[in-house]
């Protein structure tokens, strides 16, 4: 399943102004969809808002409690600048912290 989107934010996974390899990265799309990862991105870094993606679901999480969907993980790509990134729409995996 595939959506496409434009970025709406670019930051660290704790809300800063860029992502870097400390805080990590968080993106968030105009859809809704806000993905994170506790590394720095590089390609999510060189991203711009506004950029037009297409984020597609990448992997399930498996053995999950029912009401338990973190984890998801989508590959999404930059249509401007052509690069791809696989993060989580959740810091932790069901059963996760």
């Not at 999510?44 to 399930?60: E, F, I």
Request: hydrophobic fraction near 30%; glycine fraction near 12%; aromatic fraction near 8%.
């Amino acid at each position: 399943m595939c959506y496409s989107a434009r970025i709406k934010r670019i930051g660290s996974r704790f809300g800063g102004d860029k992502p870097d390899h400390d805080s990590g990265t968080a993106v968030e799309f105009n859809i809704g969809l806000s993905l994170v990862d506790y590394s720095y991105v590089p390609a999510v870094a060189r991203s711009r808002v506004g950029d037009r993606v297409r984020v597609c679901v990448h992997d399930l999480p498996e053995d999950c409690p029912a009401n338990d969907l973190r984890g998801i993980g989508y590959r999404t790509r930059n249509l401007r600048t052509g690069e791809s990134w696989i993060m989580s729409d959740s810091q932790h995996g069901c059963r996760g912290a």
